[in-house]
C-alpha cells in the first residue's frame, strides 16, 4: 500500500497495523451474536444496540497504542503526536461504526 500512496515509511505501516488490528478486533467481538456464553451474548447484543459507543473502545485503543509510536519514532513532539493520534483513532472510531452498523443489519436478517 505504501507503493500506491506514497507513504510507506516505518511509522505508517505500524499505525496501519495499529488500526487494522483494532478494526478487526472490533469486528470479530460483533460478529455472530447468537454463540457463545450468555455473557458473550449479552455484550454483543449491546454493541450491536449501541455501535457509536462500542466504536469509542477501538478507537481509544487506537489512539492510545499509536501516540507512542507517533512520538517516538516520528519526532513530531508532544502535540504532533497527539493530534496525529486522535486523528487515526477518529477515524478508526468512523469506520468501526459503520461496520458496527451494517454487522447490526446482517444480525437482524440471521435471526
Known sequence: ???LTGGGD???????GISL??????????????EGD????QA???SLQHPWKFSLLPAGITAVLDY???????????????WHSLWHG?????IAGILTLSMRGRARTAR
Open 1 to 3: 500500500m505504501g507503493l
Open 38 to 41: 450468555r455473557v458473550t451474548r
Open 68 to 82: 507512542p509510536v507517533q512520538l517516538v519514532l516520528d519526532g513530531e513532539g508532544v502535540f504532533g503526536s497527539a
Open 44 to 46: 454483543r447484543q449491546w
Open 90 to 94: 477518529a477515524l478508526v472510531y468512523l
Open 21 to 34: 488490528f483494532a478494526l478487526i478486533a472490533a469486528i470479530g467481538a460483533v460478529s455472530k451474536p447468537g
Open 10 to 16: 516505518l511509522v505508517w505501516a505500524l499505525g496501519l
